[in-house]
């Protein structure tokens, strides 16, 4: 386990650095994915890295458009223990599973690409011209009804290991970009190869209780691909 954790180093934040740390990683899944498509906002094409930015995992950087082989991984402490082998078992899972995990991630978030959508193509489109005029360049470029949408609208830029799960094995947050949501981005809960919830980028990072946070998520924004919690 010391093997494990001394990849980490404390968080840059001195208020965070005791219960935080992070490393640099191989990007283990959904590597080639980017937010090639914004279609709530027209001015995504347009949009460059100002001279004195550096790409970034926010959710509104521009970088969202580049394929990167790194990711963040963050280790998140929510109790007196301190980091824990839950964080590591789940990371071993998630490296030794890699493929069963991009399979459900890809259906979870396909399943709220299609809620984005329509809530787009009936709630905003007909009310903004600018929306109109870049849905109108972008609506054949990829077939938005398809599971591979979802490669061209979420990138992949991190990974919260949590310290405790529903066994041994702790919860994994994979946090994204988004095409649909350039202010929160999007992070999907999982717990092995099983998504729980989605929430905005970093909800799932801290709390006592993940399950249950995932589990009132679920009484409004259940999707068929996810594992029910009670």
């Not at 030794?96 to 979870?108: D, F, P, Q, T």
Request: hydrophobic share 35%.
């Amino acid at each position: 386990m010391a093997d494990f954790f001394s990849q980490f180093t404390p968080d840059p934040d001195p208020d965070m650095a005791s219960v935080r740390s992070i490393m640099i990683s191989e990007k283990p899944l959904l590597r080639h994915a980017v937010v090639a498509f914004a279609p709530p906002y027209p001015d995504y094409p347009k949009l460059k890295l100002g001279r004195s930015r550096q790409a970034s995992a926010d959710p509104s950087c521009p970088s969202a458009r580049d394929v990167t082989d790194k990711i963040v991984v963050t280790l998140s402490c929510n109790n007196e223990k301190a980091f824990g082998s839950g964080q590591e078992i789940g990371w071993n899972f998630i490296k030794g599973n890699a493929s069963k995990i991009e399979n459900v991630l890809r259906r979870k978030l396909f399943a709220q690409h299609q809620k984005a959508l329509k809530q787009f193509l009936e709630e905003i489109l007909p009310n903004d011209r600018k929306t109109r005029n870049y849905w109108n360049k972008i609506e054949n470029e990829i077939d938005w009804q398809e599971l591979s949408a979802v490669d061209h609208l979420y990138k992949l830029v991190g990974v919260s290991l949590l310290d405790h799960g529903l066994d041994a094995c702790g919860f994994s947050s994979f946090e994204f970009q988004s095409g649909w949501d350039r202010d929160h981005g999007i992070s999907i809960l999982t717990h092995r190869n099983n998504t729980l919830a989605a929430g905005g980028m970093g909800e799932f990072t801290f709390g006592s209780d993940r399950a249950a946070l995932a589990a009132e998520i679920q009484k409004y924004d259940f999707d068929e691909c996810d594992l029910p919690l009670k």
